[in-house]
Structures are given as structure tokens and as C-alpha cells.
């Protein structure tokens, strides 16, 4: 297993765990559905699906200042992931679930900074 996927599993147990340790408070209220969406935001979605996936997404990064840099936005992405997940929770767990997230934040990008070699950044 990479070290990308590692990552992605690490941060999505994180997110997971803000998830279940609030849906007590989250039973009762409504979920998401296609019904919901606006026209034109489902138009704007069909277009793109359309469109198909960008060729971007199927770019390997050439250097390691890439696959730092694309690592960076990764943990970051999964950082504001699970500040809205917390978000979405009870008040009362919210500043320890935020403050879960933070520390998982910082573990992994410590953690990606050990192995890329770059302690510096």
C-alpha cells in the first residue's frame, strides 16, 4: 500500500469517526437527495459529467515538489472535510471534533514531511 493511499485511508477513518460519533444527533434530520437539487445546479452537474473526468486527474506528478505539493492539498482537502463534517454535529462534540481533525491534520503532514525528506518546508 502507498503512501498516498495510507493517507487517504488515515483521514477518511478521521472523518468516519466525526461522522458516527454525531449522527446521534443527526437522526432526525433530513438527508440529501437528488429531489433536492436545484435545476440548474443538476444541469451544471450533467455537463461536467458529460464532460468526462479531467485529463489532469490522470497526470502522474513528475518531481517530488508535485507530489508534495499535490500531498499538501490532499491532507488539506481532507482537513476542511472534516471541519464541515464537525460542523454538521452536535455543539457540544464540535470543539473536540474539530480539534481531532486539527491533530490528524498535523500528524499526517508530519507524517508526509518524513517521507519526502523535506523537515525544512
Known amino acids: 500500500m502507498d503512501a498516498m493511499t495510507q493517507t487517504r485511508r488515515a483521514l477518511l477513518s ?5 461522522l458516527l460519533g454525531s449522527a446521534g444527533g443527526l437522526a432526525g434530520a433530513q438527508t440529501s437527495n437528488d429531489a ?3 435545476p440548474a445546479a443538476a444541469s451544471k ?4 459529467i458529460a464532460q468526462g473526468d ?6 502522474e ?5 508535485q507530489q508534495w505539493r499535490t500531498r499538501q492539498k490532499e491532507i488539506g482537502a481532507a482537513l ?3 471541519k464541515r463534517a464537525c460542523g454538521q454535529g452536535p455543539a457540544a462534540e464540535r470543539a473536540g471534533c474539530l ?3 486539527q491533530q490528524t491534520y498535523k500528524e499526517e503532514l508530519a507524517a508526509a ?4 525528506g523535506t523537515q525544512g518546508r
Open 45 to 48: 452537474q450533467a455537463r461536467e
Open 99 to 101: 480539534k481531532a481533525a
Open 54 to 59: 479531467p485529463a489532469r486527474w490522470y497526470r
Open 113 to 116: 514531511r518524513a517521507e519526502a
Open 14 to 18: 478521521c472523518l468516519l469517526a466525526c
Open 61 to 65: 506528478d513528475a518531481t517530488a515538489q
Open 80 to 82: 476542511d472535510e472534516a
Open 36 to 38: 433536492m437539487v436545484t
